[in-house]
C-alpha cells in the first residue's frame, strides 16, 4: 500500500513538473546573465573556457564555498569513520592482473589529471575533473595493494597549502585590485597555455585540494573496517 | 503522426530520473539503496539545470577557431552543475561513511530493523521497559 502510494506520488510529481517544463522555451533560454557573459568574459578574463571565467572569476567566491563544503565533507566523514585507524587484518593482495593494470595506469593517469588540471581555461575539464583523476590515480595502487597505506600526513600538507593558496591569490587581488579573486597577472593570448592570468594558477589548486581529499576520503572508507571485531 | 519534439524526451527523461529517485529513496528498505537514489535523484536535477541553459543549435562555450561567431548555450547553468556534481559527491561520501558505521554498530543496512535496534537500545540506556503495543494480544501486554 505504502509503495503503491509512493510509486503514484512520485508520477504525479513527474508528471507535473513535465507539464511545467512544457511550458520553458526551449531552445531560447531566457536567462541574460549567460549573454552578457558570453559577450563580455573573454575580453574581461581572457580564458578560452567560459564555463572556467565563470567557476572562477565571476563566482569565484562560490567556488571557495564549494571548496569548504568539499572540505567539510571530508573530515566528516574522516570524523565518522574514526581517524586513520587501520584494519588489523587488511585485504589481500588483489593479484596480478589489478597490480600490474594498477601499475601500468598510475602515470597515465597522473599525466592525464594534470593535462586536464593545467588546460582548464582553454579545453573542457578543469581543477575539480582533473582532481577526480588524479585521486583515481593514487586509488588505484591501493585497490593492488591494501597493506600498503595512503601517507596522510603529505595528503593533509598538499590539501591545507592548496586550499592556503587559493585563498592568499584571493587576498593578493583584493589587496592589488580591491576585489577578491579578481583576475590578476594579465590576460595573455587568447587560447594560449599561459593566458588567463591567475585562471590556471586557481584551478591548481583546487585539482591539487580535490585530488588530495577524495584520495584521503577514499583511503579512508577503504581502511575501516566493515565490521566491529 | 509526427514523432513528438526532442524536448519531450529530453524532459522527460531528465524528470523521470527524478521522479525515479524520490520513489527510491521513500519506498527503498536499504540504506545503501537509498543512497544511490539519491544520486539518481540528484543526476536528474543535474539534466534539467543544463537543459535550461541549452540555445537551439548552441555550440559548448568554449572558444575556439572553429566556434567562433556561433550561437553557444548558457554558461551559468553548466557552472552551476559542476558545482552540484562536487557538493554531491561530498554529499554521498559522508552518507556512505554514516552508513558504514550503522553497519559496522548494527550489522545490518535494514533501515526498519535499524531502528527497532536503535529504539532497544536507546530504552535500554534509559532503563526503560521494552516498548510493546497496546494493540498486542492480552496475554503478550506487559502487566
Redesign the interface.
Known amino acids: 500500500m505504502?509503495?503503491l502510494t509512493?510509486?503514484l506520488?512520485?508520477?504525479g510529481?513527474?508528471f507535473l513538473?513535465?507539464v511545467l517544463?512544457?511550458g520553458?522555451p526551449?531552445?531560447?533560454?531566457p536567462?541574460l546573465?549567460?549573454?552578457g557573459?558570453?559577450q563580455q568574459?573573454?575580453a574581461t578574463t581572457g580564458a578560452?573556457?567560459?564555463?572556467t571565467?565563470?567557476?572562477l572569476a565571476y563566482?569565484g567566491l562560490?567556488?571557495l564555498g564549494?571548496l569548504s563544503?568539499?572540505f567539510?565533507?571530508?573530515a566528516?566523514?574522516g570524523l565518522?569513520?574514526g581517524g586513520h585507524r587501520r584494519r588489523r587484518r587488511p585485504d589481500p593482495d588483489g593479484g596480478f592482473i589489478l597490480i600490474a593494470g594498477a601499475d601500468l595506469m598510475f602515470p597515465l593517469l597522473l599525466v592525464v589529471g594534470l593535462y586536464v588540471i593545467l588546460h582548464g581555461h582553454?579545453?573542457?575539464g578543469?581543477g575539480?575533473q582533473g582532481g577526480?583523476i588524479l585521486a583515481a590515480a593514487f586509488f588505484l595502487p591501493l585497490l593492488g595493494r591494501p597493506r600498503e597505506a595512503l601517507d596522510h600526513t603529505a595528503i593533509s600538507w598538499i590539501e591545507g597549502l592548496a586550499g592556503a593558496a587559493f585563498i592568499a591569490i584571493g587576498l593578493w587581488a583584493l589587496f592589488a585590485r580591491g576585489d577578491f579573486l579578481a583576475p590578476m597577472l594579465g590576460k595573455g593570448v587568447?587560447?594560449q597555455l599561459f593566458s588567463a592570468g591567475t585562471l590556471p594558477l586557481l584551478y591548481a589548486a583546487v585539482g591539487l585540494k580535490?585530488g588530495a581529499e577524495?584520495s584521503g576520503?577514499l583511503a579512508?572508507?577503504a581502511a575501516?573496517?566493515?565490521?566491529?571485531p | 503522426m509526427t514523432p513528438p519534439p526532442i524536448e519531450f524526451l529530453l524532459y522527460g527523461g531528465a524528470l523521470a530520473l527524478v521522479a525515479l529517485g524520490l520513489a527510491g529513496l521513500v519506498m527503498a528498505r536499504h540504506l545503501f539503496r537509498s543512497i544511490l537514489a539519491l544520486g539518481i535523484l540528484e543526476a536528474g536535477a543535474n539534466l534539467l539545470l543544463v537543459l535550461a541553459g541549452y540555445r537551439a543549435g548552441g555550440v559548448a562555450p568554449i572558444l575556439t577557431p572553429g566556434t567562433l561567431g556561433q550561437p553557444m548555450v548558457d554558461p551559468v547553468p553548466q557552472a552551476l552543475v559542476l558545482t552540484a556534481i562536487v557538493i554531491g559527491v561530498g554529499v554521498q561520501a559522508l552518507a556512505l561513511a554514516l552508513a558504514l558505521r550503522v553497519h559496522q554498530a548494527y550489522g545490518t543496512l535494514d533501515v526498519a530493523e535499524v531502528r527497532g535496534r536503535m529504539e532497544a537500545d536507546t530504552d535500554a540506556a534509559a532503563g526503560l521497559e521494552p516498548e510493546t503495543s497496546r494493540d498486542l494480544p492480552a496475554v503478550e501486554r506487559p502487566s
Not at chain 1, 26 to 29: A, D, E, L, Q, R
Not at chain 1, 48 to 51: D, H, P
Open positions: 505504502r509503495n509512493t510509486l506520488f512520485a508520477a510529481l513527474g513538473l513535465l517544463a512544457a520553458l526551449y531552445g531560447h533560454p536567462m546573465v549567460g549573454q557573459i558570453l568574459a573573454p578560452a573556457n567560459i564555463v571565467s565563470v567557476v563566482r562560490d567556488t564549494e563544503i568539499l567539510a565533507a571530508a566528516g566523514a565518522v569513520l582553454l579545453t573542457p578543469g575539480f577526480v587568447l587560447g580535490v577524495l576520503l579512508d572508507l575501516t573496517e566493515a565490521r566491529d
